[in-house]
């Protein structure tokens, strides 16, 4: 399994992307940076799987249906979190931010253009051969953390997080997770910030960790927020010198 991070900052600026990975040709998880970074490939996109309703997480979704709206010939499925699909619906393709793509025919099939499908905090589902497990994440609003598995092997990606025992359990106790998509998006030094926004700092991530009892994960950390980037880094040398820092274009390869 190859996982492509279309996005993996925790801002934007420049030509920074916020949060998207994609798991195959029509899967992603999170909508953070889809346009720019698939440009005509945003067509074979069929289903959003999303974390939370934070803006940065779902920021695309609207430009996706607008842009591949007449080609479509299967809707845009959007699956996730209750309170995460009726954010996405009450604030945003409610018709004043934005169509409500979900009550307009597709000209090609007569389906809805988007359908929306609810996941349940501890919740399964098998999506074209891949296992999808969610449990949830600690977070200021309802998220879920994924574990993505095909063929005996995956990755857990918590999505944005603070603290929390359930990540730790699920990795020590199934030894397909081969690796572990964590954030961090703050420097130490912003902890008071971090705490109440519920995020990571390399500490916290540091302390965190030594909860891991395995040694065969692969480590990684992603939603550094832009005007901290070169701090993050720096600490993150020090701290967590082992723990590889995602960038916007880059491949994991689940093995």
């Given at each position: 399994?190859?996982?492509?991070?279309?996005?993996?900052?925790?801002?934007?600026?420049?030509?920074?992307?916020?949060?998207c990975l994609q798991i195959s040709e029509d899967i992603i998880?999170?909508?953070?940076?889809?346009?720019?970074?698939?440009?005509?490939?945003?067509?074979?996109?069929?289903?959003?799987?999303?974390?939370?309703?934070?803006?940065?997480?779902?920021?695309?979704?609207?430009?996706?249906?607008?842009?591949?709206?007449?080609?479509?010939?299967?809707?845009?499925?959007?699956?996730?979190?209750?309170?995460?699909?009726?954010?996405?619906?009450?604030?945003?393709?409610?018709?004043?931010?934005?169509?409500?793509?979900?009550?307009?025919?597709?000209?090609?099939?007569?389906?809805?253009?988007?359908?929306?499908?609810?996941?349940?905090?501890?919740?399964?589902?098998?999506?074209?051969?891949?296992?999808?497990?969610?449990?949830?994440?600690?977070?200021?609003?309802?998220?879920?953390?994924?574990?993505?598995?095909?063929?005996?092997?995956?990755?857990?990606?918590?999505?944005?997080?603070?603290?929390?025992?359930?990540?730790?359990?699920?990795?020590?106790?199934?030894?397909e997770i081969k690796a572990l998509i964590t954030e961090v998006?703050?420097?130490?030094?912003?902890?008071?910030?971090?705490?109440?926004?519920?995020?990571?700092?390399?500490?916290?991530?540091?302390?965190?960790?030594?909860?891991?009892?395995?040694t065969d994960v692969d480590l990684y950390v992603m939603h550094?927020?832009?005007?901290?980037?070169?701090?993050?880094?720096?600490?993150?040398?020090?701290?967590?010198?082992?723990?590889?820092?995602?960038?916007?274009?880059?491949?994991?390869?689940?093995?």
């Open positions: 399994m190859v996982v492509k991070i279309l996005g993996s900052y925790g801002g934007r600026y420049r030509d920074f992307g916020t949060t998880i999170d909508a953070g940076n889809i346009m720019r970074s698939l440009g005509e490939d945003c067509l074979k996109i069929n289903h959003v799987l999303l974390t939370h309703a934070h803006l940065d997480h779902i920021v695309d979704i609207p430009f996706l249906i607008d842009y591949t709206y007449k080609y479509r010939e299967q809707p845009l499925e959007i699956i996730g979190h209750r309170e995460t699909l009726d954010a996405v619906k009450d604030y945003v393709m409610n018709w004043n931010i934005w169509p409500e793509f979900s009550s307009i025919r597709l000209i090609n099939s007569g389906d809805f253009a988007v359908v929306y499908r609810e996941l349940r905090e501890r919740d399964s589902m098998e999506l074209n051969g891949f296992e999808i497990e969610v449990f949830p994440s600690n977070h200021t609003v309802p998220t879920l953390s994924y574990i993505i598995k095909k063929d005996g092997k995956g990755f857990l990606f918590t999505g944005d997080t603070y603290k929390n025992p359930l990540i730790w359990e699920k990795l020590n106790g199934d030894r998006s703050f420097p130490s030094y912003m902890h008071n910030l971090a705490e109440v926004s519920k995020h990571h700092t390399p500490k916290t991530l540091k302390g965190e960790l030594e909860n891991l009892n395995r550094l927020k832009p005007n901290s980037l070169e701090e993050i880094k720096e600490e993150m040398k020090d701290l967590l010198p082992y723990v590889k820092i995602l960038s916007d274009g880059d491949e994991i390869i689940i093995n």
